[in-house]
């Protein structure tokens, strides 16, 4: 693994908290690399030094909270429904500025499909049209089905503020997730 200089990894952190916060308060379209910039207190050209526009800074970010959450979802895979879920939405709660940014912006559509093929993507891992509730249904149509709920009720979630704790709503997903499933 490589190491990176802890000045870059600051610079870095800084754009992108940065771009998060103006994301949050105007469309992606009106950001400017200047704004970023301005927010993050560097010159512009340190903003070019590592990403070559906003629209790979966003890619960037994207890419990067996608695999994290990924990797900490995972991270705990032997756990039942319920706990499992809760476990991922600590992460979505940890990173609420990301999520609530990323979900609720006009601008940010391509993450919210990112997102869902993220999920369409972990949730065949868990279907089973051989046995049971799902014996001869569609495993595209089951997947695309669970994943936009799971999705929808995320971003329920986040737009209002996250008005159940993790654990809270784990436990209403992971219900209606088994009933799925």
Request: aromatic share 8%; hydrophobic share 55%; net charge neutral.
């Given at each position: 693994m490589v190491k990176v200089d802890r000045r870059?990894?600051?610079?870095?952190?800084?754009i992108k908290k940065a771009f998060l916060e103006l994301m949050s308060e105007k469309s992606f379209d009106s950001i400017t690399i200047q704004n970023i910039a301005d927010r993050a207190n560097i010159n512009r050209a340190t903003v070019y030094l590592h990403y070559l526009d906003k629209f790979d800074l966003l890619d960037k970010i994207m890419e990067e909270h996608i695999e994290n959450m990924s990797d900490f979802c995972e991270s705990e895979a032997d756990?039942?429904?319920i706990d499992s879920t809760t476990h991922c939405m600590k992460y979505l709660e940890s990173n609420y500025l990301f999520f609530s940014t990323?979900?609720?912006?006009?601008?940010?559509?391509?993450f919210r499909n990112r997102f869902l093929q993220h999920n369409i993507e972990e949730f065949k891992k868990d279907v089973d049209i051989t046995k049971g509730k799902n014996l001869g249904q569609n495993e595209d149509?089951?997947?695309e089905f669970v994943a936009n709920a799971y999705v929808g009720v995320v971003e329920w979630w986040l737009k209002n503020k996250m008005p159940y704790s993790p654990k809270e709503m784990a436990e209403k997903v992971g219900?209606?997730?088994e009933r799925n499933l």
């Open positions: 870059i990894a600051r610079t870095q952190e800084a756990l039942n429904w990323m979900l609720a912006s006009e601008g940010a559509r391509y149509v089951i997947v219900n209606l997730l």
